[in-house]
């Protein structure tokens, strides 16, 4: 059965509910043969990577970039996951207070360098969600899960 991986920092309820929503669409009963794995960032490792088919990532925008626990886990897994996982793909969420911009670029980053292939747009919110952000998480998570359907 294919694995997709969440591996999400989610430090306040703002983050809280747009990880409910990407963790929803992803397990919504539609998507069939897809076993769901989801990560605290900080306790996410090179081999929950490796046995992962597709990758969801969640952050808020700290200091203009992504949040210290994802930028760990990139740190962690990077070069043991360099060669097998290319190609792999992936989707991700940023929520912010008010520029989420810095984050967006780090993410791109260190993703293209790992070349994982995006598979949905991502998803960036700030300030309260309201039910459109919802939504649009909720079909980022089930967008790449589906992806993954045989
Ligand atoms: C130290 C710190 C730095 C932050 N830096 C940014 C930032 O650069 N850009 C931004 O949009 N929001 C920033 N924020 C806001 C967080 O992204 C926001 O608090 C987080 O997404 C949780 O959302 P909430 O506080 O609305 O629940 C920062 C928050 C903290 C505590």
């Given amino acids: 059965m294919a ?3 969440i591996v999400h920092h989610t430090p306040s309820p703002n983050c809280q509910a747009l990880f409910e929503a990407v963790l929803s669409g992803a397990t919504a009963p539609e998507i069939e043969g897809v076993r769901v794995e989801r ?3 900080l306790a996410a ?3 929950d990577v490796l046995a992962a088919d597709a990758y969801l990532l969640g952050t808020p925008a700290n200091l203009g970039y992504m949040s210290g626990a994802l930028k760990h886990f990139f740190d ?3 070069y043991p996951c360099l060669d097998a996982t290319r190609g792999r793909p992936f989707g991700y969420y940023v929520h912010g207070g008010n520029d989420v911009t810095g984050a967006v670029r780090g993410i791109e ?3 293209t360098g790992l070349g994982w292939r995006r598979a949905a747009e991502p998803v960036t919110v700030t300030g ?3 039910k459109a ?3 649009a998480c909720w079909e980022l998570g089930a967008t790449v899960a589906a992806g993954l359907m045989e």
């Fill in 3 to 5: 694995t997709l991986l």
């Fill in 45 to 47: 490792t090179a081999s």
């Fill in 76 to 78: 962690q897994v990077y």
């Fill in 133 to 135: 952000d919802v939504t």
């Fill in 109 to 111: 980053t260190v993703t």
């Fill in 128 to 130: 309260e969600p309201g």
């Fill in 39 to 41: 990560r605290a960032a």
